[in-house]
């Protein structure tokens, strides 16, 4: 079995192919291993903090309870097993992580720009105050994570789940979240002007005090909704079904609501598409 001694000689010494090695609990703290190849390597519990692991390979590589708060800009994760990791304020800068298991990955205040997570699990993930700006996680498992604060600017959650997810406060500019799965996920001050939010499943989801103006919210269920001082200006929520949503005191000026069914909703306080404020009762 390779100590990490050995594998920094070896390093050193030019090679870089380290596929399918074992290095449990190993302490690689502050190293440089930019662009070698771990992949299928067995790195449980190491640690790799302040580490340099630049365009590094760690494809299939289990990683579970590793520290990996690194430079891990371009990483290959794909497949990847990061349970329980901690790759807190890391910067996986343009990596991919598709397919990868981050289950109860600590990923708080890192840098995900432009990284991948299509179809990755990050099932009872941290993501709060991240930064996933034009982020993909198409199909991604995000039940019960949390992006509390982070920057998902742009990002795409197409067909994502986000049951019971919490957004509490993040900036979702522009994100697509159409096809998502996203009952009981609290977007309570969040920011999702311009969003497209079409055809999601927002059974009983928390929008209090978010911001959707122009955020195209078609074809959506938002059954049971609470939506209370939520601001809607300009936006198109044509054949949404709100049946039992919570508008109260909410904004809906120059909204499109042709065929949405408002069957059993609170509209008390409402300001209405045409300036006109609904009576309470």
């Not at 079409?198 to 009983?204: H, Q, V």
Request: aromatic share 4%; proline share 0%.
């Amino acid at each position: 079995m390779m100590n990490a001694d050995e594998l920094l000689q070896r390093y050193a010494a030019g090679e870089r192919d380290f596929r399918e090695i074992s290095l449990i609990g190993a302490d690689l703290q502050k190293v440089d291993l930019s662009e070698a190849n771990f992949r299928s390597a067995d790195l449980r519990g190491t640690n790799f903090n302040g580490a340099l692991l630049k365009g590094i390979n760690l494809r299939e590589a289990n990683l579970t309870k590793a520290t990996l708060t690194a430079d891990l800009t371009e990483a290959n994760l794909i497949s990847a097993i990061l349970q329980n990791a901690n790759l807190s304020e890391a910067n996986l800068t343009d990596a991919s992580l598709r397919a990868a298991n981050l289950s109860l990955a600590n990923l708080s205040r890192a840098n995900l720009s432009r990284a991948l997570f299509n179809e990755a699990i990050l099932r009872d993930a941290d993501l709060s105050q991240a930064k996933l700006i034009d982020c993909a996680l198409c199909r991604a498992n995000l039940i019960h994570a949390i992006f509390m604060g982070a920057n998902l600017d742009s990002a795409n959650l197409t067909n994502a789940i986000l049951t019971g997810a919490n957004l509490e406060g993040a900036n979702l500019t522009n994100a697509i979240l159409n096809g998502a799965n996203a009952t009981g996920a609290n977007f309570a001050q969040a920011e999702l002007s311009r969003a497209k939010i079409s055809g999601t499943n927002l059974t009983k989801a928390i929008f209090n005090g978010a911001n959707l103006r122009s955020a195209q919210v078609t074809w959506t269920t938002l059954r049971g909704a609470d939506l209370t001082r939520a601001k809607l200006t300009r936006a198109n929520l044509c054949w949404s079904n709100l049946i039992g949503a919570t508008l109260t005191e909410a904004v809906l000026i120059d909204a499109n609501l042709n065929h949405v069914n408002l069957r059993d909703a609170e509209l008390g306080g409402a300001i209405l598409p045409q300036g006109e404020t609904h009576a309470y009762g």
